[in-house]
């Protein structure tokens, strides 16, 4: 990260596109309340009018949620002190990637951590994160999954709440926009302050993963389970999955949180798929056959650290002292849930959706004031994602 990239600089500055391809959906996902809507399509890169055509982005799913809500939290931190200058070593830490100089919300409840935890959404060859390339490049990404990881003080749980890519917000020096556009303008430090003037929540921490690194992850687990409600059939890429349980492995794993056609409800259903697929990383990750298994373990342990690319406050003595309060969390104490929102709306010729203010401030008023279990058991959510569509 370079720290001249930032919003206001020419590069930060290049226009970004907005493509409108319009899937239809229906309720929003995560069991929040909520009147139902339609999920909107992919947005092309930030490219200006004229330039070449906009590279299809694939999913570039969370798995750093794994270093804090799994790896550390499945009693695994013997082996990773053992070795923790080398994984340490692997970490690819960003200056200049939390906002300064600005107005920002005020510190989080005193014990509480609240992460931005974004999905890079260039494909390539080589992984644009972690130790192989930068985390952004100005104008040629999105972040095509955001999602907060707010952890409560005592850290009995963890909550993972999804940001609609297509939210349709106030990115500052750019007016209305899709969400997931801050990061193709002005990188990691323009989302997370479009983040927070949009919650009101300060962000202590980033982290972000592309392709590669999740895909390996998988793979060095051996692969993951996930329930298939019914029968479903991606015409983009020719994938026909059936309905029970389906093994994945780094490969088919992509193409399962990629689908959202053919899916009842559209992009939401896409998010329900990326929740589903974060507790089955972390099921994986937490089993005795892993965690046993030294090998198999420091293969994992290796291939997430060497995937991730953090803020530069996240030090080796952070980790560790992150392992050591959550390492009474398991896998069934993280709740997935998903910004309530209205269902998607049309701006100028952009599928949108539209965040749904009153219950959505809820929410972020809930984060802030480290009340999230409250908010859950008022308002329903929380969900522990079960079989998906």
């Known amino acids: ?58 999913l570039r799913i969370l798995a750093a949620v794994a270093v804090f809500v799994v790896l550390v939290a499945v ?17 690819d830490r960003l200056p200049g990637v939390m906002p300064s100089g600005k107005k920002r919300p005020g510190p989080s409840v005193t014990g509480t951590e609240n992460w931005l935890l974004v999905g890079s959404d260039t494909r390539a060859e080589v992984g644009t994160t972690g130790s192989d390339g930068p985390v952004w490049k100005p104008g040629q990404q999105r972040s095509d999954t955001i999602m907060l990881l707010h952890l409560p003080a005592d850290r009995s749980k ?9 939210s349709w917000v106030q990115i500052p020096g750019y007016g209305p926009q ?3 556009a801050a990061f193709s303008f002005g990188g990691p430090p323009l989302l997370i302050e479009t983040v927070e003037n ?18 390996s992850m998988t793979d060095a687990l051996g692969g993951v389970e996930v329930d298939i409600k ?33 899916l009842p409800n559209g992009d939401f259903d896409r998010i329900r798929r990326q929740q589903a697929f974060l507790r089955a990383l972390a ?40 392992a050591l309060s959550m390492r009474g969390v398991r896998p069934g104490d993280v709740s997935f849930m998903t910004v309530p929102h209205k269902g998607s709306a049309q701006r100028a010729r952009q599928s949108v959706v539209l965040l749904d203010r009153t219950r959505s401030s809820a ?27």
């Not at 009693?75 to 970490?91: D, F, H, K, P, T």
């Open 1 to 58: 990260m370079n720290p001249h990239d930032l919003p206001g600089s020419p590069q930060a500055r290049r226009p970004g596109g907005h493509g409108d391809s319009g899937d239809p959906a229906a309720a929003p996902s995560g069991g929040l309340p909520g009147p139902g809507g339609h999920g909107s399509g992919d947005d092309g890169p930030g490219t200006a009018p004229g330039k070449a055509p906009r590279k299809r982005r694939g």
């Open 75 to 91: 009693g695994v931190a013997g082996l990773a002190w053992q070795r923790e200058s080398s994984y340490n070593g692997n970490i």
């Open 158 to 166: 963890a909550y993972v709440i999804s940001f609609p890519r297509d």
């Open 178 to 180: 899709k969400i997931n």
């Open 198 to 215: 949009l919650t009101g929540i300060r962000i202590d921490h980033f982290g972000a993963i592309d392709f590669n690194g999740f895909k």
């Open 230 to 262: 019914e029968s479903v059939y991606d015409p983009a890429r020719k994938v026909h999955w059936q309905a029970g349980r389906q093994r994945l492995d780094g490969e088919k794993a992509l193409l399962f949180v990629r689908q959202r056609y053919n």
């Open 283 to 322: 099921q994986k990750a937490a089993d005795g056959g892993t965690i046993s298994n030294p090998i198999k373990l420091d293969r994992f342990l290796s291939a997430f650290t060497k995937s991730i690319s953090v803020d530069d406050s996240v030090s080796a003595g952070k980790l560790r002292s992150l």
């Open 363 to 389: 929410l972020f008023e809930a984060v802030r004031t480290a009340e999230v279990a409250q908010y859950v058991q008022r308002y329903g959510g929380g969900s522990k994602v079960g079989t998906v569509s």
